[in-house]
């Protein structure tokens, strides 16, 4: 595969772009691969290229039944932070800011990743008391989060409207100057890219089905719409449809699948240099680098499949937008969307074995695994390689529903469901 550079990219500007090569195969499945990977989005495509890489793995196959990127990697509003309260999700979603720091330079890809800051807004004394606390907790654990008073959050962000007479005021804010944002679908391409050139097999437009499993009940491969592919080791990564899938082979996942929607505006100049979110109003916004607002919502308050949402959920984001930052206030909006994301009771995800020998399963990061894409990948390849969980993996186990040792991290979710 030809190297993105200074100079391949001067010579192609003269060739008017002619010259590029197609940046993965489109092969037909093989009849056995060592692993397969279900589901085609940014963690399934990261767990695939590190099983390649760090593992040696290479005769193995990503089935996406849509396209690469097509669930919630496409549709995510890209923030990335790693400002958890409990030690365990720290160590993970530290572990993927590690790796999105030289991301770019791993895939010969540019996702884009800017550390622009995240600002997390309080707006009442709850809020103070409960980020205060992830304030302190991160620093102990050597991550940097600080707190802002409003006039410091204002001096950050200059369109942040701190009046007191706001009808949710501002009150302090919690900042992590090295969140920031990445370029969605680049993660997933570049992913895609770096696995294919190592032999990986990455085939779209092909569903999952079923499994079929031998005489002793382990796996014993998969069943797609492209007909059966044998193989001793699974990883499911499908996000809102986990449990659809685990239910193929027989398992119930504590999961519930909710519509989480966000939205864009018109392009405009930089009008907004960092990450803003607010729970207590159910908004967050960023600039894209093409200029537009992208701004995301709370979850939908029904389960459901239906990747539409309601309306009233978008209007109600839109004015609290409009009460936070006034000056975007007649901006018109292009588009809006809606993704399916997994939820999980303690809302943190599952990552590790299933009581089906050699079915693995990687899900539960609902409105927020974006940030984890990378981290996520290289421990979940990690475990399917070796069978056993890495140790940053290991408290995300199934079983944490059956033992009580959970991980609460509805607070650090920062997007109300
Ligand atoms: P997906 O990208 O959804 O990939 C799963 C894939 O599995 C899909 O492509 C699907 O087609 C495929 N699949 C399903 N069933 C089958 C089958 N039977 N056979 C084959 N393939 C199958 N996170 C953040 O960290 N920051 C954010 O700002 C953020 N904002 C969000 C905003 C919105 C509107 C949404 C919807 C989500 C947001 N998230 C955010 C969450 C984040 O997008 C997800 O947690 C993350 O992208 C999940 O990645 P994934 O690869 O697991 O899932
Ligand atoms: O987890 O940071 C997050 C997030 C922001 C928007 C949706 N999820």
């Not at 692993?35 to 760090?54: D, P, R």
């Not at 804010?173 to 190592?198: C, N, P």
């Not at 239906?306 to 409009?322: E, K, Y």
Request: overall charge neutral.
């Amino acid at each position: 595969m030809r190297r993105f550079s200074l100079k391949s990219l001067i010579s192609e500007a003269f060739n008017a772009h002619q010259g590029w090569e197609r940046q993965w195969r489109t092969p037909e499945p093989k009849a056995a691969y060592d692993a397969v990977i279900v589901g085609g989005g940014g963690h399934g495509l990261a767990t695939a290229y590190y099983l390649a890489k760090e593992h040696g793995l290479t005769n193995i196959a990503v089935i996406e039944k849509g396209w690469l990127g097509g669930g919630n990697t496409g549709r995510n509003t890209t923030i990335i932070r790693s400002n958890y309260l409990y030690e365990e999700s720290e160590a993970i979603y530290e572990h993927a800011m590690k790796l999105w720091a030289g991301l770019s330079q791993e895939l010969n890809y540019n996702v884009m990743y800017s550390q622009r800051g995240v600002l997390m807004l309080a707006h009442n004394s709850h809020d103070v008391q409960s980020f205060k606390r992830h304030v302190y907790a991160n620093r102990l654990a050597g991550i940097d989060n600080e707190w802002l008073t409003p006039d410091e959050a204002k001096e950050f962000c200059p369109p942040l409207n701190i009046s007191p007479d706001l009808r949710y005021p501002i009150v302090g804010a919690a900042l992590q100057r090295r969140g920031g944002v990445a370029r969605h679908d680049a993660v997933a391409w570049g992913y895609a890219r770096g696995a294919d050139a190592m032999g990986v097999d990455i085939i779209q437009n092909c569903e999952v089905t079923g499994f079929r499993r031998d005489a002793g009940g382990a796996i014993a491969g998969v069943e797609t719409s492209k007909g059966f592919i044998a193989t001793k080791r699974v990883g499911v990564v499908a996000a809102g449809h986990t449990s659809v899938v685990m239910a193929r082979a027989g398992l119930r996942m504590p999961l519930e699948s909710f519509p989480l929607q966000a939205l864009v505006s018109e392009p405009v100049k930089p009008a907004f240099p960092c990450v803003v979110m607010s729970n207590a109003v159910h908004a967050y916004i960023s600039q894209s680098d093409k200029g537009e607002l992208v701004i995301g919502a709370g979850t939908d308050q029904y389960i459901s499949y239906s990747q539409q949402g309601g309306l009233h959920i978008p209007i109600h984001t839109l004015d609290a937008i409009c009460e936070l930052f006034p000056q975007f206030s007649r901006m018109r909006m292009l588009r809006s969307w809606g993704g399916i994301v997994d939820v999980t009771p303690d809302r943190s995800p599952i990552i590790g074995k299933t009581p089906i020998p050699g079915l693995y399963v990687n899900c539960g990061w609902g409105t927020g695994g974006f940030k984890a894409t990378p981290g996520s990948g290289n421990v979940f390849a990690w475990t399917i390689a070796k069978g056993e969980p890495h140790p940053i993996n290991a408290p995300f186990t199934l079983d944490r529903f059956r033992t009580g040792r959970l991980i609460d991290e509805a607070a650090a979710a920062a997007v109300a469901h």
